[in-house]
């Protein structure tokens, strides 16, 4: 399946150094158990499942050690334990086994991406809602928006004070999104918009079309009434300013079912609310481009959410020139398998990118 995915570095004190093997074998026999059941993990279990031969107390002493050491930790009186935030982090960096994909697995992640006749916002739509089914959990794609040079540009009424903008690339990729314009603004003026941009746009790209437009209109060198200068400004606005992109979200719904308690549910909305920001969506692509490949937070690390209870994991996608034009990944509770996920979401940027490519 490629090289093994690379790991972030874990917060300070989240290393392996302290731990004997037969107390890392426990833990990382604990957080699997975890995440496949998602209860309290007991002693006994533990001593059934481990092939030590080791006795339920000499079990009980070592996760009292690994709670001593803020590893685990007991949600109930005479309950099982739990992996810590910190726990979790270090099976991540140093106990996790991963699981190999298999060819079939691989060709399936490849078919699914790479399904001809469809857009490239399509494509990263259906790797996202594949992302979703596999992993449990939410998936999440932030798509790149095309530098290239433009074919044709649409403004498209959709209600009062909002107007669709289209852009169509010469390489056939088009970008859809929503901008504000006056109340009230009369059909001719979306059209007048229309024509005057694609008379200016051919062949530019929208950096080189907003400074020949910029300059034409500060000169008033142009025929165009106050309201349609307004939506011109808006259309090309709305790609400049910074990175754009959009943020693609598939299996919401599976997320919420894995929530049990009211006050998480409402986290997990407002955690969605967030996901709608431009600010977050920049967030994530940031994250994703620390390091070379899959990038893992637990709970807070990624200062998304601000509370437990959710990790993601998350991996750039490049383009043929080698350059991060987006990320891929999921939202999940944090006993989503890790083993599994993790190159599902390396391989899958790798596809993404090879097709971008």
Known sequence: M????KLPPGPAGATLAGLDNRSALILRELVETYVET?????SRTLSRRLPLGLSPATIRNAMADLEDAGLLYAPHTSAGRLPTERGLRLFVDGLLEFGALGEEERDAIAARCAASGRSLQETLGEAGQMLSGLAGAAGLVVA??????????EFVALGPGRALVVLVHDDGQVENRVIEV???LPPSALQQASNY??????????DEARGVIAAEIAANRTALDALTQQVIEAGLGTWTGGQGGSLIVRGQARLLETIDQAARVQEIKRLFER?????TMLRLLDLAQRGEGVQIFIGAESGLFDSAGLSMVVA???NGQERIVGAIGVIGPTRINYGKVIPVVDYTARVIGRLLG
């Open 316 to 318: 750039p996608f490049r």
């Open 275 to 279: 996901l709608e920001q431009q600010e």
């Open 144 to 153: 790149p928006t095309s530098d290239g040079a433009l074919r044709h540009i």
């Open 182 to 184: 006056p109340p009230g």
């Open 38 to 42: 998602g209860e309290p993990v007991g």
């Open 2 to 5: 490629g090289p093994t995915p």
């Open 197 to 206: 941009l694609n008379a200016r746009l051919a062949g530019r790209t929208i």
